[in-house]
């Protein structure tokens, strides 16, 4: 099974379950995660959300202010970029 393969194996138990060690920072047996497991954890539970989820209830989602730089109101006039 290649790497591709085991990321579309992912259940949602097992989301969970990689869920709940990324936050605890354990296995559920107790024991730790090692640096690598934390970010491959993390991978699997991105392309899950991706695949799974909208994107609003997406861990790291950040919803769009209104009237901001993506805002969707159509304009004839186009809006200057304001530097901070």
């Not at 899950?48 to 209104?66: A, H, M």
């Amino acid at each position: 099974m290649n790497y591709q393969e085991l990321l579309s194996s992912v259940t949602p138990d097992i989301y969970q379950r990689l869920k709940r060690a990324v936050e605890l920072g354990k296995w559920p047996d107790g024991n730790n995660l090692s640096a690598e497991q934390r970010q491959l954890c993390m991978e699997a539970i991105i392309v899950f959300e991706q695949k799974n989820l909208p994107p609003e209830e997406r861990t790291g989602y950040i919803p769009p202010k209104p009237g901001g730089a993506c805002a969707t109101e159509e304009t004839d006039a186009e809006a200057p970029l304001k530097w901070r």
